[in-house]
């Protein structure tokens, strides 16, 4: 009976009488073109932070060797030697490898099995080629370290494994003697010598790498055996996030915690919080200085525990792509804001220059709309608010974007972007109820400051009576922010605090809708936190101002359509806003 099709037709015969060939691969091609080659700077970094977070560490170290550059005498003048990078060794105090590990950093695409992790890939590690022609590592349980360097013999990549030295790699940078850590070391001389990086740039990667990390909390920059950077994590308290419930059984009026399929759910109760935490920068003041300046920054953060239901056949080809089942339970995060907690004075202007630990701390909170998605670590796509999101979604292989191509991975990260939206809607409510209580808690010392005012303002008064005074109080009044028309931006801006901080929730999508048009550019918005009113803002009217500009959505990057996850299930959360449209 003749075959259905061509391709059948010619398959057949060829497996008859064809031969066999394995597919070969250039390893060095493959390597140089495609795996040590990513869109981002800092990969290489990026990828070590990552598996170190994955090993359960608590601290990284990066040991940069550097030497001065030489000049080439051309005739020119000289200019000044700048330093360059000789060699980087990365460590942490994660898991040592076991012999598992050892064999997956040996196969190119063996990720990580464990469905907790975000490693699928398995190419992460071979960022390492990116800087290094032949990288050397060692791990291990103290004093049984073993260690495994990478060669090349032509266009094929070989390793070779043996027992590492006694104490040569787990001498401390700084003080020259061993420690108690048992240290997994990345060693990577540079194939070609490259400046030193700006440390101010570099502390901004590193202080944004440890936005959502749930063990590694500390990372330190050695410079020639210095310490000259030192970024530190600290939980300060955490609380539980209240979800609303039905005001009665037959009513539909309680907060929806579930995606539109059914396919994530909101954990328990009490396994949706928010958690304060404290980020801690140390510089020195240069590469030579023995003085450290710091500056410090706390944030905010909201999480959830999610359960998954995955349909059976979208498992399936999950598990074709990604060699990995889904997992059963998943934590999704959001970064709420920094931006009022920064240690700075309160009347501090904008147009003061920031010391380099303020430049480095500032990056910790995003600025309106540049919120990022994060899979572990940073990608490139932005939530369109001034909210950092970080969810196990399923990647590109560079880890750069979001998967929508896949149509198994497509619905699964559609879902879970909804259940993304959901958690940020809830936390918007929690804050506002959180500045409607600090609101009526600081009602005495408003209604103190008024009296005082009044007091003020009937001596000022029987003062301009007298021809004495009288040219000193025009003046004063000339300059008093109280008698300007009330539609300038300043008294915008605080009718509009003392409105939000009075938790007037049945207005709150026209509020957030004229929040863009009162804010505007980030200079006026400093203005606009610190304005020339005879009363200054009180901390929950700060806080609903930036509560708020966070919350203000603009067009997210490069891919647009990303925010309208959010929009659509911030919406549907909770059934009395169902009005509600960005």
Same mark, same amino acid.
């Given at each position: 009976?003749?075959? &259905?099709?061509?391709? %059948?037709?010619v398959? *057949?015969? /060829?497996a008859?009488?064809g #031969?066999? @060939?394995?597919?070969?691969? $250039?390893?060095?091609?493959?390597i140089?073109?495609i795996l040590?080659?990513?869109?981002?700077?800092?990969?290489?970094?990026r990828?070590l932070?990552?598996? &170190?977070?994955?090993? %359960?560490?608590t601290? *990284?170290? /990066?040991?940069?060797?550097? #030497?001065s @550059?030489?000049n080439?005498? $051309?005739?020119e003048?000289?200019?000044?030697?700048?330093?360059?990078?000789?060699?980087?060794?990365?460590?942490?105090?994660g898991?040592?490898?076991?012999?598992?590990?050892?064999?997956?950093?040996r196969?190119i695409?063996?990720?990580n099995?464990?469905?907790?992790k975000?490693?699928?890939?398995?190419v992460g590690?071979?960022?390492?080629?990116?800087?290094c022609?032949?990288?050397l590592?060692?791990?291990?349980?103290?004093?049984?370290?073993?260690?495994?360097?990478?060669?090349?013999k032509?266009?094929?990549?070989?390793?070779?494994?043996?027992?590492?030295?006694e104490?040569?790699?787990?001498?401390s940078?700084?003080l020259?003697?061993?420690?108690?850590?048992?240290w997994?070391s990345?060693?990577l001389?540079?194939?070609d010598?490259?400046?030193?990086?700006?440390?101010?740039?570099?502390?901004?990667f590193l202080?944004?790498?440890?936005?959502?990390?749930?063990c590694?909390?500390?990372?330190k920059?050695y410079?020639?055996?210095?310490?000259?950077m030192n970024?530190?994590?600290?939980?300060?308290?955490?609380?539980?996030?209240?979800?609303?419930?039905?005001?009665?059984?037959?009513?539909?009026?309680?907060?929806?915690?579930?995606?539109?399929?059914?396919?994530?759910?909101l954990?328990?109760?009490?396994?949706?919080?928010?958690?304060?935490?404290?980020?801690?920068?140390?510089l020195?003041?240069?590469?030579?200085?023995n003085?450290?300046e710091?500056s410090?920054?706390?944030a905010r953060?909201?999480?959830?525990v999610?359960?998954?239901?995955?349909?059976?056949?979208?498992?399936?080809r999950?598990?074709?792509?990604?060699?990995k089942?889904?997992?059963?339970?998943?934590?999704v995060?959001?970064?709420?804001?920094?931006?009022?907690?920064?240690?700075q004075?309160v009347?501090?202007?904008?147009?003061t220059?920031?010391?380099?630990?303020d430049?480095?701390?500032?990056?910790?909170?995003?600025?309106?709309?540049?919120?990022?998605?994060?899979?572990?670590?940073?990608?490139?796509?932005t939530?369109?608010?001034?909210?950092?999101?970080?969810?196990?979604?399923?990647?590109?292989?560079?880890?750069?974007?979001?998967?929508?191509?896949?149509?198994?991975?497509?619905a699964?990260?559609?879902?879970?972007?909804?259940?993304?939206?959901i958690?940020?809607?809830?936390?918007?409510?929690?804050?506002?109820?959180?500045?409607?209580?600090?609101?009526?808690k600081?009602?005495?010392?408003?209604?103190?400051?008024?009296?005082?005012?009044?007091?003020?303002?009937?001596?000022?008064?029987?003062?301009?009576?007298?021809?004495?005074?009288?040219?000193?109080?025009?003046?004063?009044?000339?300059?008093?922010?109280?008698?300007n028309e009330?539609?300038?931006i300043?008294?915008?801006?605080?009718?509009?605090?003392?409105?939000?901080?009075r938790?007037?929730?049945n207005?709150?999508?026209?509020?957030?809708?004229?929040?863009?048009?009162?804010?505007?550019?980030?200079?006026?918005?400093?203005?606009?936190?610190?304005?020339?009113d005879?009363r200054?803002?009180?901390?929950?009217?700060?806080?609903?101002?930036?509560?708020?500009?966070?919350?203000?959505p603009?067009?997210?990057?490069p891919?647009?359509?990303?925010a309208?996850?959010?929009?659509?299930?911030?919406?549907?959360?909770?059934?009395?806003?169902?009005?509600?449209?960005?």
């Open positions: 009976m003749a075959s &259905s099709s061509a391709y %059948e037709d398959r *057949a015969a /060829i008859e009488k #031969s066999d @060939a394995r597919v070969e691969v $250039n390893q060095r091609a493959l140089d073109k040590a080659r990513y869109a981002s700077a800092g990969a290489v970094y990828e932070l990552q598996n &170190s977070n994955d090993a %359960e560490a601290t *990284a170290e /990066i040991i940069i060797t550097t #030497s @550059a030489s080439n005498d $051309n005739g003048k000289k200019k000044p030697k700048e330093e360059v990078v000789t060699q980087i060794i990365y460590r942490n105090n898991h040592p490898f076991r012999p598992q590990d050892w064999a997956r950093l196969k695409a063996e990720g099995p464990d469905e907790t975000v490693g699928a890939f398995g590690a071979y960022t390492m080629f990116s800087i022609e032949e990288p590592v060692v791990s291990g349980k103290r004093g049984e370290e073993e260690a495994m360097f990478f060669f090349w032509g266009d094929g990549l070989w390793t070779k494994t043996g027992k590492a030295p104490g040569i790699v787990n001498m940078a700084s020259g003697k061993q420690d108690t850590n048992n997994t990345f060693i001389p540079s194939r010598p490259y400046p030193l990086p700006d440390l101010v740039e570099f502390g901004q202080t944004t790498s440890l936005t959502f990390t749930q590694l909390c500390n990372i920059v410079v020639n055996n210095t310490l000259q970024i530190q994590k600290t939980i300060l308290e955490s609380h539980t996030i209240s979800t609303p419930k039905a005001s009665s059984w037959w009513k539909n009026d309680g907060a929806v915690t579930y995606s539109s399929s059914g396919m994530f759910t954990g328990k109760a009490d396994q949706l919080t928010q958690t304060s935490v404290l980020m801690n920068v140390s020195r003041k240069s590469l030579s200085s003085e450290m710091t410090k920054i706390k953060y909201a999480s959830a999610v359960n998954t239901k995955i349909p059976q056949d979208i498992e399936k999950m598990i074709r792509v990604t060699k089942k889904p997992p059963k339970e998943l934590t995060q959001i970064f709420l804001d920094a931006a009022d907690s920064h240690e004075e009347g501090s202007s904008s147009k220059k920031k010391s380099r630990t430049q480095i701390a500032d990056s910790f909170s995003p600025t309106s709309g540049s919120g990022r998605i994060f899979i572990g670590f940073r990608t490139s796509q939530t369109g608010l001034g909210i950092h999101l970080a969810a196990p979604l399923m990647p590109t292989v560079e880890r750069e974007a979001i998967d929508f191509v896949d149509s198994a991975l497509c699964f990260n559609t879902e879970l972007l909804e259940i993304c939206g958690l940020m809607r809830l936390a918007l409510e929690h804050e506002m109820g959180r500045v409607g209580v600090m609101w009526d600081g009602k005495p010392g408003r209604d103190e400051w008024k009296a005082k005012h009044e007091e003020l303002k009937k001596l000022k008064e029987a003062a301009a009576k007298s021809d004495a005074v009288e040219d000193a109080e025009s003046k004063s009044d000339a300059k008093s922010p109280a008698d009330p539609t300038t300043q008294s915008s801006l605080f009718s509009f605090a003392t409105f939000m901080a938790g007037v929730k207005t709150v999508v026209d509020v957030i809708k004229a929040v863009p048009e009162i804010l505007g550019d980030d200079d006026e918005t400093t203005e606009l936190l610190n304005p020339s005879e200054p803002l009180s901390l929950e009217e700060r806080d609903a101002i930036i509560l708020m500009k966070a919350f203000c603009k067009i997210s990057t891919v647009s359509s990303y309208l996850y959010f929009d659509e299930d911030m919406c549907s959360c909770i059934s009395m806003f169902n009005h509600l449209n960005f």
